[in-house]
C-alpha cells in the first residue's frame, strides 16, 4: 500500500523546512524528506558554516535567535559575515520541524518519478529497508543537488567540489598548512575553518581525490602539532542548473523562483528571498 502525502519536499536544507512550514500553514500534509539523518543541507552535511547576513525574515530570525542563545551556536561574526555552529543547527532545524507537525524521513535517496494521470506523483525512494514508494499532489525540490529535477530530465552542471573542516585549538596555523588550503579563518575559540577546492577528471571520483588530499592534510597537522578535529559527512558539490518556468504546476524547484543564482556562502540570504516571495504571493 502506497503512503499519500499532498507535497514532498527534498532536501532539509534551510529553503526546504521554510518551504515545509508554508506548506504545513495552508493545513497540507507534507513530508520532507534527506539523504543524511539529520537537517541542515550542505551547512551541517558538509561544513558550509562560512554564511553572508544583511538581511532577515520573520522565520530566518526566529532560527538565528534560537542558534545565537545557544552558548556556541554562533563560532564566530564579523560585519555580515557569521560562522555556524553545525552542531547547534542541527538540534535547531529539527526542533523547527517537529514543532511544525512536519514528518520527515531521513536517510533516503530518490531513485524514481511517476508521472501519474492525475496530474500527481509516484515517488520511489531508496532507504535502509528497501524501496519505498508515496504518492502525491505536488513536488518542491529544495535539495542542494537538485537529485529530484535531475530525476525529471533537468540538467544540472557541477560547478566546483570543496572540502571544509574544522582543526583543533591553535595559536596560529603552520605556513605549510597555509599553503595547503585557499580559506582559512581562526574562529572565536581558537580553532581554524578551513576549505580547499579538490579535482577530479571524473565526478565520480571526487571523493577518492577528497579523501586523499584529508590524508595529506592530516599527516601536515601531525608536523605542526594539530589535528583535524572535525570532518564533513560528505565533500561539497556545488552545483549549478539552468533557471527555468516550470510548465508542471505541480512541480517546483527552488531555484526557479529567485531572482538570482545563490553562492555556496549565501544559503541565509536564499531563504529571506525565498521566504518574502511565498509570503507576499500565491507560489507552490
Not at 605556513?175 to 579535482?199: A, I, T
Amino acid at each position: 500500500m502506497k503512503m499519500n502525502y499532498d507535497t514532498i519536499i527534498s532536501g532539509a536544507t534551510l529553503c526546504g523546512i521554510v518551504s515545509s512550514i508554508h506548506e504545513v500553514k495552508k493545513r497540507r500534509k507534507v513530508l520532507l524528506i534527506n539523504s543524511y539523518g539529520f537537517p541542515g543541507g550542505s551547512i551541517t552535511e558538509a561544513l558550509n558554516i562560512y554564511q553572508s547576513l544583511n538581511d532577515k525574515t520573520e522565520t530566518v530570525s526566529r532560527i538565528l535567535k534560537k542558534i545565537e542563545s545557544d552558548k556556541f551556536g554562533i563560532l564566530l561574526r564579523s560585519s555580515n559575515v557569521i560562522f555556524l555552529n553545525p552542531e547547534s543547527v542541527k538540534y535547531i532545524f529539527q526542533k523547527e520541524i517537529e514543532q511544525a507537525g512536519i514528518d520527515v524521513l531521513f536517510h533516503v535517496q530518490p531513485y524514481e518519478i511517476e508521472i501519474l494521470n492525475d496530474g500527481g506523483y509516484e515517488i520511489t525512494l531508496i532507504g535502509r529497508e528497501g524501496k519505498i514508494k508515496f504518492t502525491t499532489e505536488k513536488i518542491i525540490d529544495a535539495s542542494d543537488n537538485f537529485q529530484i529535477s535531475s530525476l525529471l530530465g533537468r540538467k544540472r552542471k557541477l560547478l566546483s567540489a570543496r572540502v571544509n573542516l574544522l582543526t583543533n585549538k591553535l595559536n596560529q596555523l603552520h605556513h605549510s598548512l597555509k599553503n595547503y588550503v585557499d580559506q582559512s579563518v581562526q574562529l572565536e575559540d581558537g580553532r581554524y575553518w578551513l576549505s580547499f577546492e579538490v579535482k577530479s577528471s571524473d565526478e565520480i571520483f571526487l571523493e577518492t581525490a577528497a579523501h586523499k588530499k584529508i590524508s595529506e592534510l592530516s599527516e601536515l597537522f601531525l608536523k605542526s602539532c594539530g589535528r583535524i578535529q572535525i570532518l564533513p559527512a560528505q565533500t561539497q558539490m556545488i552545483y549549478s542548473i539552468k533557471r527555468e518556468k516550470s510548465l508542471d504546476k505541480n512541480f517546483y524547484l527552488i531555484n526557479d523562483l529567485l531572482t538570482r543564482e545563490f553562492g555556496p556562502d549565501e544559503e541565509l540570504l536564499k531563504v529571506v528571498e525565498l521566504e518574502k516571495l511565498i509570503t507576499n504571493e500565491e507560489y507552490f
